[in-house]
């Protein structure tokens, strides 16, 4: 500082005064404040990004959801218009089946509306014409189904030559594939190329006589009464040919040739490979002890002619009496029932548990577990299209069976499948509708050997049958009463 003989300069000096006190408290305030603008922001930030992502999550909801009604929609139309097309044009069986269905709806309706509009001799006449349209009908759901047949012949006849006439193969254990020609497929082939050429249409004069030519030299090497035949038969062609016959004239001839031919093909003497592949075998003694006689057409017929569940205890008819007789009678359609089967097939070959019950069942199985345990219908929505329905495992721990499972909608059983407890997502009231369910298909499936073996408790079974007949017992009393 300034003193006696020293000076310092005060031309940087400053002025200090005393402020205000700062206390603790008022620092401390100071900064909760900061921190109470730093959360403001942050859980701004946070709720910007959390709506977000709720808004994302929904779009992607409606979106999904909007697909989800446009592939049932999809389905749907895709359902119809395989319908349509199976109606309009019948090829198989099941949809032959449709056609007599459909036919007996309408049969039903049009007989409610005479009964309810004509009576006396009105009525009569209504119900002989509806019986004049419903005979014309008939006839032209057998033209049609003739049609197919012959269609799906000529389809059968390619497939079964194709069978013959392929190399055999086998896989290595690098992956690769290996095709191997013997003489037998090579001679199958040959016969088929052949066969192939007598079919062709729209052919020239020299194409027809060359392919004869090939037939007749391939034929005279086997000397027996059918060879001769169809030796004739191509003599006769040429001669009609050489005299300027037209080619729809020759028709059927030709249609003969091709039938005698192809017998020729299916002789395992001239084609040695297709031994194997025919349905008859060639040892007597095998084919008699699978022939049963059916005692509806009085006709012996192998075992693949009938269809036996598991619940049948004896061969009686076989299955084109028992599909005569629905077409005469009953007129239902099995498609549905057989699509519900096949789902189920599906179903349980994905688990990879090696399940066995389910592949047991069988169409009557099927039926008779949907009509009588669970009517027809989903148990949850009480929805009755058999095509939107699906039946799953009630427990999917355990393997499918008819005391574990449950027919839904295809929504409800994904829904279902991701239970993780059963407890969780039904009422204690449902879960007990559910189990007398289970316990009604296990008293009549347990009577089958084949699904009795997989019940391991026998008590438990003699135990269900007397709790069924004690459940059943007033229900018998009740309808044995006389009416009042």
């Known amino acids: 500082m300034t003193n006696i003989g020293v000076y310092v300069s005060n031309m940087t000096d400053k002025l200090v005064t005393p402020g205000k006190y700062f206390s603790a408290a008022e620092y401390h305030a100071q900064r909760l404040k900061a921190v109470i603008v730093i959360q403001t922001y942050f859980r701004q930030w946070h709720a910007k ?6 808004r994302r999550q929904k779009s992607l909801r409606l979106e999904w959801e909007r697909q989800e009604e446009l592939r049932k929609i999809r389905e749907k139309e895709e359902w119809i218009k395989l319908d349509y097309d199976r109606r309009h044009n019948p090829k198989t069986n099941e949809d032959f089946e449709l056609l007599y269905n459909a036919l007996e709806f309408w049969w039903q309706e049009e007989l409610k509306r005479i009964n309810q509009s004509f009576t006396g001799a009105e009525r009569k006449a209504a119900l002989r014409e509806l019986l004049e349209k419903e005979t014309q ?74 392919v004869l030519l090939t037939l007749k030299h391939t034929v005279k090497e086997h000397e027996c009464k059918l060879t001769q035949e ?84 004896r061969i009686y008819r076989c299955r084109n009496c028992i599909s005569l007789e629905n077409e005469a009678r009953k007129r239902e359609s099995f498609l549905k029932y057989k699509c519900l089967l096949q789902q189920l097939y599906y179903t349980e070959a994905d688990y990879e548990d090696d399940s066995k019950i389910a592949f047991l069942m069988q169409l009557q199985d099927i039926q008779y577990l949907t009509e009588n345990i669970w009517a027809s219908q989903s148990v949850l929505s009480a929805w009755d299209n ?61 009577q089958i050997p084949v699904l009795a073996s997989f019940i391991l408790d026998d008590g438990e079974i003699d135990e269900i049958r007397q709790k069924y007949r004690s459940d059943m017992t007033p229900k018998i009393i009740e309808s044995q009463r006389p009416p009042p």
Not at 49 to 54: D, G, S
Not at 278 to 296: A, E, G, R, T
Not at 408 to 421: F, I, N, Q, S
């Open 137 to 210: 009908i008939i006839a032209s759901i057998g033209r049609h189904r003739y049609n197919a047949y012959m269609a799906n012949q000529e389809a059968a006849v390619q497939a079964f030559l194709d069978k013959c006439s392929a190399p055999k193969i086998w896989r290595t254990p690098n992956g690769k594939t290996i095709e191997m020609d013997t003489q037998f497929t090579i001679r199958a082939r040959e016969l088929q190329n052949i066969y192939k050429g007598i079919m062709l249409k729209n052919i020239s004069q020299d194409e027809r006589l060359d």
């Open 49 to 54: 990004t959390f709506v977000e992502n709720v």
């Open 230 to 313: 169809i030796l004739e038969l191509i003599d006769r062609e040429v001669d009609l040919m050489m005299r300027g016959v037209k080619h729809h004239n020759l028709e059927g001839l030709r249609k003969r040739i091709a039938t005698l031919f192809f017998h020729f093909i299916k002789t395992p003497l001239f084609n040695p490979q297709v031994a194997k592949y025919l349905k008859v075998p060639q040892d007597p003694l095998k084919f008699y002890k699978k022939i049963y006689f059916c005692h509806s057409c009085q006709l012996y017929l192998p075992s693949t002619a009938f269809s036996i569940s598991s619940t049948s205890r």
């Open 386 to 446: 058999l095509s939107d329905l699906v039946m799953v495992r009630w427990n999917k721990s355990l393997e499918w069976s008819p005391w574990n499972c449950i027919l839904l909608t295809k929504d409800e059983a994904a829904a279902h499948l991701k239970l993780t407890r059963i407890e969780e997502g039904y009422e204690r009231s449902f879960i007990h509708k559910i189990k007398h369910k289970h316990i009604l298909a296990k008293n009549y499936f347990s």
